[in-house]
T-cell receptor, first 112, second 111 residues
């Protein structure tokens, strides 16, 4: 059974610091990787996705993918209290890439 | 666009009752997903549709759960009979390509 693993946290960082969120996945054939953010009581929303090994940057967010190690991470630079949320890692479930399997999420707390 | 619409937003029912959750996907999206989220199990994929056709229902926990998508703009998830362990937040999501857009969810409590 395909699995996505995340440390549940909470991960606590001070405002302005770099937050590093990590995720491992079991299926070596996975091709698409996603990071979603979920505020308490709200629905998940996409932050970014990555398909290729290496880094992908979008503003304060950087996704890093290492397929050999089956590892994907999300770095948040200059963390803000508004970044406090649960971050869900997701991996494509099938070759078509439409269905996703989610990790249980890491809760991030940014203190001011 | 109004985004993915779900109803009801909250549902409280008694064990044994039938529960029907409704979803309207974003116009033009061809894939629709039903998820269940609990603290213990996280966000679980129950079933998904491509072009109104059910593709994978292996996540549906029991025969008590059923889902339909009669047209491109409407889907239902039904639980009959409901049990207290079905209490969770149920999300519907839709997509055109890989990016899934989630609805606000239905918070279900079965007493």
């Amino acid at each position: 059974q395909k699995e996505v693993e995340q440390n549940s946290g909470p991960l606590s960082v001070p405002e302005g610091a770099i937050a590093s969120l990590n995720c491992t996945y079991s299926d070596r054939g996975s091709q698409s990787f996603f990071w979603y953010r979920q505020y308490s009581g709200k629905s998940p929303e996409l932050i970014m996705f990555i398909y290729s090994n290496g880094d992908k940057e979008d503003g304060r967010f950087t996704a890093q993918l290492n397929k050999a190690s089956q590892y994907v991470s999300l770095l948040i630079r200059d963390s803000q209290p508004s970044d406090s949320a649960t971050y869900l890692c997701a991996v494509n479930l099938n070759q078509a890439g439409t269905a996703l399997i989610f990790g249980k999420g890491t809760t991030l707390s940014v203190s001011s | 666009d109004a985004g993915v619409i779900q109803s009801p937003r909250h549902e409280v029912t008694e064990m044994g009752q039938e529960v029907t959750l409704r979803c309207k996907p974003i116009s033009g999206h061809n894939s629709l997903f039903w998820y269940r989220q609990t603290m213990m199990r996280g966000l679980e994929l129950l079933i998904y549709f491509n072009n109104n056709v059910p593709i994978d229902d292996s996540g549906m926990p029991e025969d008590r759960f059923s889902a339909k998508m009669p047209n491109a703009s409407f889907s239902t998830l039904k639980i009959q009979p409901s049990e207290p362990r079905d209490s969770a937040v149920y999300f519907c999501a839709s997509s055109l390509r890989e990016t899934q857009y989630f609805g606000p969810g239905t918070r279900l409590l079965v007493l």
